[in-house]
């Protein structure tokens, strides 16, 4: 396993596990509500505004009401941390 060159690219990371999850808790009979609430747990990292809180809302309920597999998801969403894995994030220092 490689370690996240910054907490940006693990919190990204888990959010794109989160939504290759959601076919799984579809095919599973898990409701939609509770899935947002799990990508949207995932995405409360990244402070998103109401726009794009109900994009990844809105997502998720096309998951659900599609026949789109955890390996789609993981191609589509493959590129989704490479701005983050761009930066550097330096650990904070005392003052």
């Given amino acids: ?3 996240p060159s910054n907490v940006a690219v693990a919190q990204c990371n888990v959010l794109r596990g989160m939504m290759t999850s959601v076919p799984m808790w579809r095919d599973n009979g898990v409701a939609v509500e509770q ?25 998720v309920a096309r998951v659900y009401s599609s026949g ?8 589509r969403y493959q590129a989704l ?13 005392p003052r």
């Fill in 35 to 59: 899935a947002a609430m799990n990508v949207a747990g995932a995405l409360s990292a990244f402070a998103p505004d109401a726009v794009t809180n109900q994009e990844w809302i809105s997502a």
């Fill in 68 to 75: 789109a597999t955890a390996a789609d998801l993981s191609v």
């Fill in 81 to 93: 941390c490479e701005p983050y894995e761009r930066m550097t994030i330096l650990a904070p220092k």
């Fill in 1 to 3: 396993m490689v370690t």
